[in-house]
């Protein structure tokens, strides 16, 4: 994603580009964990843009880092979480080039891996992997190529949608607890539109 990207934008804004509600991957997280106690579980979410996500699992009692490339969504993230009384720290960077330093508890992210580039998807789930606790989860949905559903009217020419199975593959070594492929109705740009959408909860058993 590129650093000057439209979210900038969007962002700076009044109100929501997104809903404020967490998304549907997000919700299934917290129904998977149930109850999270102390210590806090550490948790990553890679392009969390207004804080949707981010700031609903720091209520749900996760140690929660937001990583965006957009410096008013991170703002807007850090108001967002003031607001309900949370706190997430932020951090400014392009997810296509950030090193991991973890590890995590779980790395979450919706709405983002779209920008991965498919040459360089292999090496950045391992990475993810790689820098998740054993017995921790990676709770990822990504875009689906579906050649009867018009690309959004807001799609960057960055974006590159997935195939379908593809997302689940990159998990085929661990446990696979939840996963799906839907299609959904969307109004960010202002117009209606579908998307389809592939979503993964998978845990790091060793």
């Not at 296509?96 to 508890?105: A, I, K, S, V």
């Not at 799609?155 to 997935?162: G, I, T």
Request: charged content about 25%; some cysteine; hydrophobic content about 35%.
């Amino acid at each position: 994603m590129k650093k000057d990207n439209p979210y900038d934008e969007r962002y700076a804004a009044e109100g929501f580009y997104w809903p404020a509600r967490p998304s549907s991957t997000c919700l299934r997280l917290i129904e998977i964990l149930g109850p999270v106690g102390e210590p806090r579980p550490t948790l990553l979410d890679l392009g969390c843009g207004e804080g949707r996500n981010a700031v609903y699992l720091a209520g749900h009692g996760f140690a929660v880092t937001g990583l965006d490339v957009s410096l008013p969504g991170l703002e807007k993230t850090r108001r967002y979480a003031a607001e309900k009384g949370v706190e997430v720290d932020t951090v400014h960077a392009d997810m296509t080039e950030y090193e991991l330093t973890g590890p995590y508890d779980v790395i979450f992210s919706t709405g983002s891996l779209q920008y991965l580039a498919p040459e360089m998807r292999e090496c950045r789930f391992e990475d993810y992997k790689a820098h998740t606790r054993v017995g921790g989860l990676n709770a990822m949905s990504a875009f689906v190529r579906k050649p009867f559903i018009d690309p959004a009217p807001d799609a960057e020419a960055d974006a590159y949608p997935y195939r379908s199975g593809e997302l689940l593959g990159y998990y085929w070594d661990w446990e696979i607890v939840y996963s799906t492929e839907e299609t959904f109705d969307c109004m960010s740009s202002g117009v209606p539109h579908r998307h389809a959408v592939s979503r993964v909860i998978a845990r790091r058993v060793g």
